[in-house]
Protein backbone atom coordinates (compact mmCIF):
# COMPACT_ATOMS: atom_id res chain seq x y z
CA UNK A 1 0.00 0.00 0.00
CA UNK A 2 0.92 3.80 -0.69
CA UNK A 3 2.22 5.89 2.21
CA UNK A 4 1.52 8.85 0.18
CA UNK A 5 -0.84 9.41 -2.87
CA UNK A 6 -1.80 12.86 -4.31
CA UNK A 7 -4.88 13.35 -6.58
CA UNK A 8 -5.48 15.71 -8.83
CA UNK A 9 -3.28 18.70 -6.91
CA UNK A 10 -3.43 21.98 -8.19
CA UNK A 11 -1.56 24.93 -6.42
CA UNK A 12 -1.52 28.21 -7.67
CA UNK A 13 -0.48 31.79 -6.41
CA UNK A 14 -1.88 34.16 -8.53
CA UNK A 15 -0.93 33.37 -12.48
CA UNK A 16 -0.83 29.71 -13.69
CA UNK A 17 -0.75 27.19 -11.67
CA UNK A 18 2.47 25.88 -10.27
CA UNK A 19 1.21 22.38 -9.67
CA UNK A 20 -1.68 21.46 -11.64
CA UNK A 21 -3.33 18.34 -11.25
CA UNK A 22 -0.90 16.36 -10.26
CA UNK A 23 -0.50 12.82 -9.41
CA UNK A 24 1.60 10.67 -7.46
CA UNK A 25 1.88 7.34 -5.08
CA UNK A 26 5.19 7.19 -2.86
CA UNK A 27 5.53 3.15 -2.03
CA UNK A 28 7.56 1.71 1.14
CA UNK A 29 11.03 1.78 0.52
CA UNK A 30 11.40 4.31 -2.17
CA UNK A 31 14.07 6.54 -3.42
CA UNK A 32 12.60 9.27 -5.40
CA UNK A 33 13.92 12.46 -6.80
CA UNK A 34 12.22 15.54 -7.54
CA UNK A 35 13.43 17.38 -10.87
CA UNK A 36 12.68 20.70 -12.52
CA UNK A 37 14.04 24.11 -12.99
CA UNK A 38 14.37 26.63 -10.42
CA UNK A 39 10.70 27.94 -9.84
CA UNK A 40 8.91 24.68 -10.93
CA UNK A 41 7.21 24.04 -7.64
CA UNK A 42 9.08 21.50 -6.82
CA UNK A 43 9.68 22.75 -2.92
CA UNK A 44 5.95 23.63 -2.92
CA UNK A 45 5.09 19.92 -3.61
CA UNK A 46 6.92 18.77 -0.56
CA UNK A 47 5.65 21.27 1.34
CA UNK A 48 1.83 19.62 0.24
CA UNK A 49 3.13 16.18 0.67
CA UNK A 50 4.35 17.02 4.02
CA UNK A 51 0.94 19.01 5.00
CA UNK A 52 2.46 22.41 5.09
CA UNK A 53 0.76 23.31 2.53
CA UNK A 54 -2.86 22.96 1.53
CA UNK A 55 -3.98 22.39 -2.38
CA UNK A 56 -6.58 24.59 -3.71
CA UNK A 57 -8.05 21.65 -5.41
CA UNK A 58 -7.62 17.81 -5.34
CA UNK A 59 -6.58 15.36 -2.44
CA UNK A 60 -3.54 13.94 -0.26
CA UNK A 61 -4.38 10.52 0.84
CA UNK A 62 -1.94 8.87 3.69
CA UNK A 63 -1.82 5.38 4.77
CA UNK A 64 -3.06 4.95 8.15
CA UNK A 65 -0.41 5.63 11.16
CA UNK A 66 2.01 7.07 8.27
CA UNK A 67 4.75 9.28 9.67
CA UNK A 68 6.38 12.03 7.80
CA UNK A 69 9.19 14.10 8.20
CA UNK A 70 9.90 17.06 6.50
CA UNK A 71 14.01 18.67 6.40
CA UNK A 72 13.46 22.34 4.66
CA UNK A 73 16.02 23.58 2.31
CA UNK A 74 17.44 27.19 5.35
CA UNK A 75 19.37 25.97 7.91
CA UNK A 76 18.52 28.40 10.88
CA UNK A 77 21.35 31.13 11.76
CA UNK A 78 20.14 30.87 15.56
CA UNK A 79 19.27 28.30 17.57
CA UNK A 80 19.63 27.70 21.20
CA UNK A 81 20.94 24.84 22.87
CA UNK A 82 23.03 22.14 22.57
CA UNK A 83 22.90 19.38 19.55
CA UNK A 84 21.82 16.96 22.75
CA UNK A 85 19.30 19.69 23.97
CA UNK A 86 17.53 20.50 20.60
CA UNK A 87 17.42 16.09 19.55
CA UNK A 88 15.59 16.13 22.63
CA UNK A 89 13.19 18.80 21.80
CA UNK A 90 12.16 16.97 18.74
CA UNK A 91 11.38 13.67 20.63
CA UNK A 92 9.34 15.56 22.68
CA UNK A 93 10.34 13.09 25.56
CA UNK A 94 12.75 13.84 28.52
CA UNK A 95 12.45 9.77 29.29
CA UNK A 96 13.94 9.07 25.89
CA UNK A 97 17.17 11.10 26.34
CA UNK A 98 19.02 7.49 24.98
CA UNK A 99 17.44 8.09 22.01
CA UNK A 100 18.93 11.57 21.03
CA UNK A 101 22.28 9.99 22.41
CA UNK A 102 21.90 6.91 19.43
CA UNK A 103 21.13 9.70 17.03
CA UNK A 104 24.21 11.52 18.23
CA UNK A 105 26.59 8.23 17.72
CA UNK A 106 23.94 7.18 14.56
CA UNK A 107 25.05 10.76 12.69
CA UNK A 108 28.40 11.44 14.01
CA UNK A 109 27.12 14.39 16.35
CA UNK A 110 28.72 16.23 19.15
CA UNK A 111 26.19 15.88 21.71
CA UNK A 112 27.58 18.99 23.84
CA UNK A 113 28.23 21.46 20.96
CA UNK A 114 26.13 24.39 20.85
CA UNK A 115 24.46 24.45 17.74
CA UNK A 116 25.12 27.92 16.75
CA UNK A 117 28.78 27.02 16.74
CA UNK A 118 28.30 24.34 14.93
CA UNK A 119 29.22 24.32 10.75
CA UNK A 120 26.56 25.03 8.15
CA UNK A 121 27.30 20.65 7.28
CA UNK A 122 26.67 20.26 10.97
CA UNK A 123 24.20 21.95 11.33
CA UNK A 124 22.31 20.32 8.70
CA UNK A 125 22.87 17.04 9.96
CA UNK A 126 21.17 17.80 13.44
CA UNK A 127 18.22 18.86 11.43
CA UNK A 128 18.31 15.57 10.12
CA UNK A 129 18.26 13.83 13.39
CA UNK A 130 15.36 15.87 14.17
CA UNK A 131 13.23 14.22 11.63
CA UNK A 132 14.82 11.18 12.40
CA UNK A 133 13.26 11.67 15.81
CA UNK A 134 10.29 11.20 14.60
CA UNK A 135 10.61 8.07 13.04
CA UNK A 136 9.43 8.52 9.56
CA UNK A 137 7.82 5.62 7.26
CA UNK A 138 8.72 8.75 4.93
CA UNK A 139 11.61 11.61 4.95
CA UNK A 140 11.04 14.27 2.77
CA UNK A 141 14.43 16.36 1.77
CA UNK A 142 14.58 19.80 0.48
CA UNK A 143 18.63 20.41 -1.15
CA UNK A 144 20.16 18.56 1.42
CA UNK A 145 23.73 18.63 0.39
CA UNK A 146 23.60 22.75 0.19
CA UNK A 147 26.49 23.41 2.94
CA UNK A 148 27.42 20.08 3.18
CA UNK A 149 31.26 18.80 2.65
CA UNK A 150 32.19 16.33 0.42
CA UNK A 151 32.79 13.64 3.12
CA UNK A 152 29.37 14.18 4.72
CA UNK A 153 27.40 14.18 0.85
CA UNK A 154 28.77 10.59 0.79
CA UNK A 155 27.80 9.74 4.23
CA UNK A 156 24.68 10.84 3.67
CA UNK A 157 24.39 8.38 0.25
CA UNK A 158 25.20 5.83 2.21
CA UNK A 159 23.01 6.39 4.99
CA UNK A 160 19.65 6.64 2.80
CA UNK A 161 21.09 3.35 0.74
CA UNK A 162 20.63 1.24 3.68
CA UNK A 163 18.11 3.32 5.86
CA UNK A 164 14.37 1.71 6.54
CA UNK A 165 12.07 4.48 5.74
CA UNK A 166 10.99 6.02 1.77
CA UNK A 167 12.71 9.20 0.81
CA UNK A 168 11.75 11.59 -1.36
CA UNK A 169 14.52 14.57 -1.99
CA UNK A 170 15.35 17.69 -4.53
CA UNK A 171 18.57 18.19 -5.40
CA UNK A 172 20.67 19.79 -7.79
CA UNK A 173 23.89 17.33 -7.05
CA UNK A 174 24.51 15.24 -10.09
CA UNK A 175 26.68 12.88 -8.31
CA UNK A 176 24.21 12.29 -5.41
CA UNK A 177 21.52 11.86 -8.12
CA UNK A 178 22.82 9.02 -9.83
CA UNK A 179 23.74 7.26 -6.33
CA UNK A 180 20.56 7.49 -4.01
CA UNK A 181 17.51 8.60 -7.47
CA UNK A 182 15.70 5.34 -8.29
CA UNK A 183 12.87 6.87 -9.07
CA UNK A 184 12.40 10.39 -10.71
CA UNK A 185 9.20 12.82 -10.77
CA UNK A 186 10.19 15.64 -12.69
CA UNK A 187 7.55 18.52 -12.57
CA UNK A 188 8.11 20.39 -15.94
CA UNK A 189 5.49 23.28 -16.46
CA UNK A 190 3.07 22.48 -13.80
CA UNK A 191 2.74 19.21 -14.94
CA UNK A 192 4.23 16.36 -13.29
CA UNK A 193 5.68 12.61 -14.82
CA UNK A 194 6.98 9.60 -13.46
CA UNK A 195 10.05 7.69 -14.26
CA UNK A 196 10.46 4.62 -12.82
CA UNK A 197 14.56 4.67 -13.71
CA UNK A 198 17.82 6.13 -12.16
CA UNK A 199 18.33 9.61 -13.12
CA UNK A 200 21.21 8.62 -16.09
CA UNK A 201 18.33 7.02 -18.21
CA UNK A 202 15.65 9.72 -17.21
CA UNK A 203 18.15 12.20 -18.73
CA UNK A 204 18.51 10.18 -21.80
CA UNK A 205 14.72 9.58 -22.44
CA UNK A 206 13.65 13.36 -21.10
CA UNK A 207 15.25 14.34 -23.84
CA UNK A 208 13.83 11.87 -26.67
CA UNK A 209 10.59 13.33 -25.01
CA UNK A 210 11.59 16.99 -25.49
CA UNK A 211 12.50 16.48 -29.23
CA UNK A 212 9.34 14.76 -30.06
CA UNK A 213 7.52 17.41 -28.13
CA UNK A 214 9.49 19.90 -30.69
CA UNK A 215 8.55 18.26 -33.55
CA UNK A 216 4.94 18.26 -32.48
CA UNK A 217 4.82 22.28 -32.16
CA UNK A 218 6.94 22.49 -35.25
CA UNK A 219 3.96 20.52 -37.15
CA UNK A 220 1.92 22.78 -35.69
CA UNK A 221 2.98 25.75 -36.54
CA UNK A 222 3.07 24.89 -40.04
CA UNK A 223 -0.61 23.99 -40.30
CA UNK A 224 -1.78 27.41 -38.61
CA UNK A 225 0.66 29.04 -40.40
CA UNK A 226 -1.66 27.14 -43.34
CA UNK A 227 -5.04 27.78 -42.21
CA UNK A 228 -3.95 31.81 -41.30
CA UNK A 229 -3.44 31.93 -44.88
CA UNK A 230 -6.17 30.47 -46.24
CA UNK A 231 -8.55 32.50 -44.11
CA UNK A 232 -6.85 35.98 -44.95
CA UNK A 233 -7.76 34.92 -48.55
CA UNK A 234 -11.61 35.00 -47.52
CA UNK A 235 -13.78 32.23 -47.03
CA UNK A 236 -15.10 31.56 -50.79
CA UNK A 237 -19.11 29.98 -49.87
CA UNK A 238 -20.76 29.37 -45.98
CA UNK A 239 -20.63 25.89 -46.56
CA UNK A 240 -20.79 23.39 -43.69
CA UNK A 241 -17.05 22.69 -44.57
CA UNK A 242 -15.83 26.22 -44.48
CA UNK A 243 -17.27 27.04 -41.03
CA UNK A 244 -15.94 23.75 -39.75
CA UNK A 245 -12.24 24.70 -41.16
CA UNK A 246 -12.81 28.13 -39.43
CA UNK A 247 -13.84 26.10 -35.89
CA UNK A 248 -10.99 24.12 -36.00
CA UNK A 249 -8.69 27.20 -36.72
CA UNK A 250 -10.25 29.04 -33.86
CA UNK A 251 -9.75 25.80 -31.59
CA UNK A 252 -5.69 25.90 -33.02
CA UNK A 253 -5.28 29.33 -32.34
CA UNK A 254 -6.97 28.40 -28.62
CA UNK A 255 -4.17 26.01 -28.30
CA UNK A 256 -1.41 27.83 -29.31
CA UNK A 257 -2.51 30.56 -26.33
CA UNK A 258 -2.81 28.13 -23.66
CA UNK A 259 0.50 26.67 -24.83
CA UNK A 260 2.70 26.88 -21.65
CA UNK A 261 6.26 26.76 -23.15
CA UNK A 262 9.67 25.74 -21.73
CA UNK A 263 11.33 28.63 -19.74
CA UNK A 264 14.45 30.20 -21.04
CA UNK A 265 17.62 29.23 -20.07
CA UNK A 266 20.24 32.34 -18.51
CA UNK A 267 22.37 33.58 -20.78
CA UNK A 268 26.00 33.74 -19.35
CA UNK A 269 28.84 35.38 -21.05
CA UNK A 270 32.33 35.72 -19.20
CA UNK A 271 34.76 37.61 -20.36
CA UNK A 272 38.20 38.10 -18.17
CA UNK A 273 39.39 41.50 -18.03
CA UNK A 274 43.42 42.33 -18.74
CA UNK A 275 45.75 39.79 -18.62
CA UNK A 276 48.03 38.91 -15.69
CA UNK A 277 51.50 37.79 -16.01
CA UNK A 278 52.23 34.10 -16.03
CA UNK A 279 52.62 33.54 -12.06
CA UNK A 280 49.43 34.70 -10.55
CA UNK A 281 50.06 33.73 -7.19
CA UNK A 282 52.97 32.05 -5.34
CA UNK A 283 53.63 31.05 -1.29
CA UNK A 284 56.30 29.70 0.50
CA UNK A 285 56.09 28.04 3.87
CA UNK A 286 52.96 29.90 4.93
CA UNK A 287 51.46 29.20 8.19
CA UNK A 288 48.54 30.41 9.43
CA UNK A 289 45.97 30.26 12.38
CA UNK A 290 43.99 32.74 14.57
CA UNK A 291 45.59 30.73 17.96
CA UNK A 292 49.49 31.01 17.30
CA UNK A 293 49.66 27.16 19.22
CA UNK A 294 46.78 26.11 16.79
CA UNK A 295 47.65 27.06 13.11
CA UNK A 296 44.93 26.12 10.67
CA UNK A 297 47.42 26.08 8.01
CA UNK A 298 50.61 24.96 8.00
CA UNK A 299 53.96 25.28 5.37
CA UNK A 300 51.63 25.70 2.28
CA UNK A 301 53.87 26.25 -0.70
CA UNK A 302 51.93 26.89 -3.87
CA UNK A 303 52.75 28.26 -7.43
CA UNK A 304 49.11 29.23 -9.27
CA UNK A 305 49.58 29.87 -12.94
CA UNK A 306 47.98 32.30 -15.65
CA UNK A 307 44.72 30.35 -16.98
CA UNK A 308 44.75 27.28 -14.27
CA UNK A 309 41.29 26.68 -13.26
CA UNK A 310 41.76 25.10 -9.80
CA UNK A 311 39.00 23.24 -7.61
CA UNK A 312 39.94 23.42 -3.77
CA UNK A 313 38.61 20.50 -1.90
CA UNK A 314 38.56 19.90 1.67
CA UNK A 315 36.36 18.80 4.78
CA UNK A 316 34.20 21.94 6.56
CA UNK A 317 36.69 23.39 9.07
CA UNK A 318 39.80 22.48 6.99
CA UNK A 319 40.72 25.74 5.99
CA UNK A 320 39.49 26.03 2.75
CA UNK A 321 38.20 30.16 3.00
CA UNK A 322 41.16 30.56 5.23
CA UNK A 323 43.19 29.54 2.47
CA UNK A 324 41.31 31.97 -0.34
CA UNK A 325 41.53 34.97 2.38
CA UNK A 326 45.75 34.08 2.18
CA UNK A 327 45.04 34.39 -1.68
CA UNK A 328 43.48 37.63 -1.98
CA UNK A 329 45.38 39.38 0.82
CA UNK A 330 42.42 39.63 3.01
CA UNK A 331 44.94 37.84 5.87
CA UNK A 332 48.38 38.07 6.87
CA UNK A 333 50.61 34.83 7.07
CA UNK A 334 52.40 34.14 10.46
CA UNK A 335 55.55 32.36 8.72
CA UNK A 336 56.90 32.33 5.25
CA UNK A 337 55.73 34.65 2.18
CA UNK A 338 53.65 34.90 -0.13
CA UNK A 339 52.61 37.37 -3.20
CA UNK A 340 50.21 38.24 -6.07
CA UNK A 341 51.33 37.90 -9.39
CA UNK A 342 52.02 41.43 -11.58
CA UNK A 343 48.30 42.81 -13.39
CA UNK A 344 46.24 40.27 -11.12
CA UNK A 345 42.45 41.70 -10.31
CA UNK A 346 40.54 39.64 -7.83
CA UNK A 347 36.99 38.99 -8.27
CA UNK A 348 35.09 37.38 -5.55
CA UNK A 349 31.59 35.24 -5.23
CA UNK A 350 31.15 34.72 -1.78
CA UNK A 351 28.69 31.85 -0.82
CA UNK A 352 27.20 33.84 2.50
CA UNK A 353 25.58 36.45 -0.58
CA UNK A 354 27.10 38.88 2.18
CA UNK A 355 27.59 41.26 -1.38
CA UNK A 356 23.53 41.41 -1.72
CA UNK A 357 21.47 44.14 -0.21
CA UNK A 358 18.36 42.47 0.74
CA UNK A 359 16.33 45.61 1.06
CA UNK A 360 17.37 47.06 -2.43
CA UNK A 361 16.14 45.84 -5.55
CA UNK A 362 17.61 43.44 -7.80
CA UNK A 363 18.17 46.14 -10.31
CA UNK A 364 19.90 48.64 -7.69
CA UNK A 365 22.11 45.16 -6.33
CA UNK A 366 23.50 45.03 -9.68
CA UNK A 367 23.59 48.72 -11.31
CA UNK A 368 23.05 50.88 -8.47
CA UNK A 369 20.70 53.64 -9.90
CA UNK A 370 22.45 53.25 -13.73
CA UNK A 371 19.99 52.44 -16.91
CA UNK A 372 22.87 50.82 -18.50
CA UNK A 373 26.01 48.90 -17.81
CA UNK A 374 28.71 47.58 -19.87
CA UNK A 375 29.61 43.99 -20.45
CA UNK A 376 32.66 42.64 -21.92
CA UNK A 377 32.57 46.06 -23.59
CA UNK A 378 29.87 45.84 -25.22
CA UNK A 379 26.72 48.43 -23.30
CA UNK A 380 23.33 46.67 -22.61
CA UNK A 381 19.94 47.96 -21.16
CA UNK A 382 20.23 47.43 -17.40
CA UNK A 383 16.93 44.94 -18.15
CA UNK A 384 17.92 43.21 -20.93
CA UNK A 385 21.25 42.63 -18.72
CA UNK A 386 18.87 41.03 -16.00
CA UNK A 387 16.58 39.15 -18.84
CA UNK A 388 20.02 37.10 -19.55
CA UNK A 389 19.97 35.78 -15.70
CA UNK A 390 16.13 35.35 -16.11
CA UNK A 391 15.22 38.41 -14.07
CA UNK A 392 11.96 39.56 -15.88
CA UNK A 393 11.45 43.48 -15.75
CA UNK A 394 8.98 43.03 -12.94
CA UNK A 395 11.61 40.64 -10.79
CA UNK A 396 14.05 43.18 -11.29
CA UNK A 397 12.06 45.49 -9.31
CA UNK A 398 11.62 43.39 -6.24
CA UNK A 399 13.86 43.45 -3.11
CA UNK A 400 16.10 40.99 -2.79
CA UNK A 401 14.70 39.67 0.36
CA UNK A 402 11.83 38.32 -1.68
CA UNK A 403 14.07 36.23 -4.65
CA UNK A 404 14.40 32.30 -3.82
CA UNK A 405 17.78 30.77 -2.88
CA UNK A 406 18.29 30.14 -6.60
CA UNK A 407 17.45 33.70 -7.69
CA UNK A 408 20.26 34.64 -5.26
CA UNK A 409 22.42 33.10 -6.76
CA UNK A 410 22.17 33.63 -10.07
CA UNK A 411 21.86 37.64 -8.95
CA UNK A 412 25.30 37.49 -7.35
CA UNK A 413 26.24 35.95 -10.82
CA UNK A 414 25.01 38.96 -12.28
CA UNK A 415 27.52 41.05 -10.51
CA UNK A 416 30.09 39.27 -10.71
CA UNK A 417 29.97 38.78 -14.67
CA UNK A 418 29.97 42.87 -14.68
CA UNK A 419 33.36 42.69 -13.05
CA UNK A 420 35.14 39.54 -13.40
CA UNK A 421 38.73 40.49 -13.12
CA UNK A 422 41.33 38.02 -14.46
CA UNK A 423 41.57 35.56 -11.27
CA UNK A 424 37.58 34.77 -10.50
CA UNK A 425 37.47 33.44 -7.03
CA UNK A 426 34.29 31.69 -6.06
CA UNK A 427 33.26 30.12 -2.85
CA UNK A 428 30.40 27.55 -3.24
CA UNK A 429 28.78 28.87 -6.83
CA UNK A 430 26.30 25.94 -6.93
CA UNK A 431 24.54 26.06 -4.02
CA UNK A 432 20.80 26.40 -5.05
CA UNK A 433 20.90 26.60 -9.07
CA UNK A 434 19.54 24.60 -10.94
CA UNK A 435 20.74 21.89 -13.56
CA UNK A 436 20.42 23.73 -16.60
CA UNK A 437 22.40 26.93 -15.18
CA UNK A 438 24.91 24.95 -13.54
CA UNK A 439 25.84 23.56 -16.72
CA UNK A 440 25.97 26.85 -18.33
CA UNK A 441 28.17 28.49 -16.16
CA UNK A 442 30.35 25.14 -16.63
CA UNK A 443 30.90 25.73 -19.79
CA UNK A 444 31.77 29.71 -19.06
CA UNK A 445 34.15 28.73 -16.53
CA UNK A 446 35.53 26.33 -19.13
CA UNK A 447 36.14 28.74 -21.38
CA UNK A 448 37.30 31.34 -19.27
CA UNK A 449 40.62 33.49 -20.00
CA UNK A 450 42.06 34.50 -16.63
CA UNK A 451 42.45 32.02 -13.54
CA UNK A 452 39.85 30.62 -11.44
CA UNK A 453 40.11 29.15 -7.97
CA UNK A 454 36.97 27.35 -7.04
CA UNK A 455 35.38 26.26 -3.65
CA UNK A 456 32.65 23.21 -4.10
CA UNK A 457 31.19 20.01 -2.86
CA UNK A 458 30.15 19.77 -6.34
CA UNK A 459 32.04 16.40 -7.45
CA UNK A 460 30.53 16.50 -11.34
CA UNK A 461 31.28 20.37 -11.05
CA UNK A 462 35.02 20.11 -10.24
CA UNK A 463 35.67 17.50 -12.90
CA UNK A 464 33.68 19.58 -15.47
CA UNK A 465 35.75 22.90 -14.86
CA UNK A 466 38.94 22.25 -12.39
CA UNK A 467 42.30 21.13 -14.70
CA UNK A 468 43.99 20.70 -11.00
CA UNK A 469 43.13 20.21 -7.69
CA UNK A 470 44.45 21.24 -4.22
CA UNK A 471 43.09 19.53 -1.13
CA UNK A 472 43.10 20.63 2.12
CA UNK A 473 43.68 18.17 5.06
CA UNK A 474 45.13 18.57 8.47
CA UNK A 475 46.55 21.78 7.73
CA UNK A 476 48.41 21.02 4.50
CA UNK A 477 47.59 21.50 1.28
CA UNK A 478 48.31 18.95 -2.04
CA UNK A 479 48.02 19.84 -5.39
CA UNK A 480 46.41 17.02 -8.10
CA UNK A 481 46.43 17.69 -11.65
CA UNK A 482 42.76 16.85 -12.77
CA UNK A 483 39.52 16.98 -11.50
CA UNK A 484 37.70 15.31 -8.34
CA UNK A 485 37.72 11.72 -9.68
CA UNK A 486 41.47 12.06 -10.83
CA UNK A 487 42.12 12.93 -7.42
CA UNK A 488 40.54 10.25 -5.78
CA UNK A 489 42.01 7.52 -8.20
CA UNK A 490 45.73 9.06 -7.51
CA UNK A 491 44.58 8.38 -3.49
CA UNK A 492 43.57 5.05 -4.58
CA UNK A 493 46.90 4.26 -5.52
CA UNK A 494 48.81 5.75 -2.96
CA UNK A 495 46.62 3.99 -0.20
CA UNK A 496 47.47 0.67 -2.57
CA UNK A 497 51.54 1.61 -2.53
CA UNK A 498 51.39 2.50 1.13
CA UNK A 499 49.89 -1.32 1.77
CA UNK A 500 52.41 -3.13 -0.65
CA UNK A 501 55.64 -4.79 0.97
CA UNK A 502 58.54 -2.92 1.12
CA UNK A 503 60.75 -3.75 -2.08
CA UNK A 504 64.18 -5.52 -1.07
CA UNK A 505 67.36 -3.71 -0.46
CA UNK A 506 69.59 -3.82 -3.29
CA UNK A 507 72.87 -5.71 -2.57
CA UNK A 508 74.66 -2.59 -4.85
CA UNK A 509 74.09 0.27 -3.54
CA UNK A 510 73.99 2.93 -6.63
CA UNK A 511 76.28 5.28 -7.13
CA UNK A 512 75.82 8.83 -5.63
CA UNK A 513 74.14 11.35 -7.31
CA UNK A 514 77.08 14.27 -8.31
CA UNK A 515 76.74 17.52 -6.79
CA UNK A 516 75.12 20.57 -8.80
CA UNK A 517 77.76 22.81 -9.27
CA UNK A 518 76.22 26.59 -7.45
CA UNK A 519 79.19 28.38 -7.95
CA UNK A 520 78.28 29.94 -11.32
CA UNK A 521 78.02 33.54 -11.67
CA UNK A 522 75.31 34.50 -14.39
CA UNK A 523 73.27 32.63 -17.12
CA UNK A 524 74.48 30.60 -19.80
CA UNK A 525 74.04 31.70 -23.44
CA UNK A 526 71.42 28.46 -23.89
CA UNK A 527 69.49 29.94 -20.87
CA UNK A 528 70.06 33.53 -22.01
CA UNK A 529 68.18 32.48 -24.73
CA UNK A 530 65.29 30.53 -23.69
CA UNK A 531 64.37 33.46 -21.79
CA UNK A 532 63.98 35.08 -25.06
CA UNK A 533 62.06 32.47 -26.77
CA UNK A 534 59.81 30.97 -24.18
CA UNK A 535 57.11 33.57 -23.26
CA UNK A 536 56.31 33.42 -27.50
CA UNK A 537 56.26 29.54 -27.49
CA UNK A 538 53.96 29.68 -24.07
CA UNK A 539 51.70 31.77 -25.48
CA UNK A 540 51.26 29.65 -28.62
CA UNK A 541 50.58 26.60 -26.72
CA UNK A 542 47.99 28.44 -24.29
CA UNK A 543 46.22 29.56 -27.58
CA UNK A 544 46.36 25.70 -28.83
CA UNK A 545 44.88 24.43 -25.40
CA UNK A 546 42.52 27.64 -25.89
CA UNK A 547 41.40 26.08 -29.53
CA UNK A 548 41.30 22.18 -28.33
CA UNK A 549 39.35 23.13 -25.65
CA UNK A 550 36.91 24.85 -28.14
CA UNK A 551 36.95 21.61 -30.39
CA UNK A 552 36.01 19.83 -27.27
CA UNK A 553 32.52 21.70 -27.16
CA UNK A 554 31.61 20.96 -30.44
CA UNK A 555 28.80 18.48 -31.06
CA UNK A 556 30.48 15.56 -33.05
CA UNK A 557 34.21 15.98 -31.68
CA UNK A 558 36.16 13.58 -31.58
CA UNK A 559 36.56 13.21 -27.97
CA UNK A 560 39.32 10.76 -27.71
CA UNK A 561 41.89 12.37 -30.01
CA UNK A 562 41.03 15.63 -29.01
CA UNK A 563 41.83 14.35 -25.00
CA UNK A 564 44.59 13.21 -25.88
CA UNK A 565 46.13 16.07 -27.88
CA UNK A 566 44.71 18.30 -25.06
CA UNK A 567 46.66 16.43 -22.19
CA UNK A 568 49.79 16.42 -24.22
CA UNK A 569 49.76 19.97 -25.31
CA UNK A 570 48.76 21.00 -21.71
CA UNK A 571 51.75 18.97 -20.36
CA UNK A 572 54.32 20.87 -22.88
CA UNK A 573 52.43 24.14 -21.85
CA UNK A 574 53.30 23.13 -17.55
CA UNK A 575 57.18 22.35 -18.84
CA UNK A 576 57.64 25.53 -20.68
CA UNK A 577 56.49 27.83 -17.78
CA UNK A 578 58.39 25.58 -15.15
CA UNK A 579 61.17 26.12 -17.25
CA UNK A 580 60.34 29.47 -17.76
CA UNK A 581 59.73 30.51 -13.87
CA UNK A 582 62.93 28.53 -13.01
CA UNK A 583 64.89 30.53 -15.19
CA UNK A 584 63.46 34.20 -14.23
CA UNK A 585 63.78 33.21 -10.81
CA UNK A 586 67.77 32.21 -11.45
CA UNK A 587 68.06 35.39 -13.49
CA UNK A 588 66.88 37.55 -10.00
CA UNK A 589 69.04 35.79 -7.79
CA UNK A 590 72.08 36.24 -9.66
CA UNK A 591 71.24 39.73 -10.05
Same mark, same amino acid.
Given at each position: ??????????????????????????????????????????????????????????????????????????????????????????????????????????????????????????????????????????????????????????????????????????????????????????????????????????????????????????????????????????????????????????????????????????????????????????????????????????????????????????????????????????????????????????????????????????????????????????????????????????????????????????????????????? %?????? #?? +??? =? !????? *? /? @??????????????????????????????????????????????????????????????????????????????????????????????????????????????????????????? %?????? #?? +??? =? !????? *? /? @???????
Amino acid at each position: MALITLHDVTVGFGNAPVLENISLSIEPGARACVTGRNGEGKSTLLKVIAGILEPDSGEVLKAPSTRVAYLPQDVPEDRPGTVRDILLDALHDPARAHVADALCTRLSLPPEATFNALSGGLRRRVLLGCALAREPHLLLLDEPTNHLDIPSIKWLEQFLATAPFACLFITHDRAFLRAVAKTVFDLDRGILSGWDCDYPTFLRRKADLLADEAVYWERKAKKLSEEEAWLRRGVKARTCRNEGRVAALMKLRQEFAERRTQGGNATLTLAADGRAGDLVYRCEGVTFGYDPAKPILRDVSLRILRGERVGIIGANGSGKSTLLNLILGRLTPQTGEQRLGSNVKPAFFDQLRGALDPEATVAENVAEGKEFVTVGGVRKHLYGYLGDFLFTPQRARTPVKALSGGERARLLLARLFLNPGNL %LVMDEP #TN +DLD =V !ETLEL *L /E @EQLANYQGTLLLVSHDRDFIDHVATSVLVVEEGRVTAYPGGYSDWQTAKARQEAAQQAPAPKAEAASKPAAPKRDNSATRLSYKERRLLETLPSEIEALEAKVADLNAQLTAPNADYTALSAE %LAQTQS #TL +DAA =V !EQYLT *L /E @EKAESLK
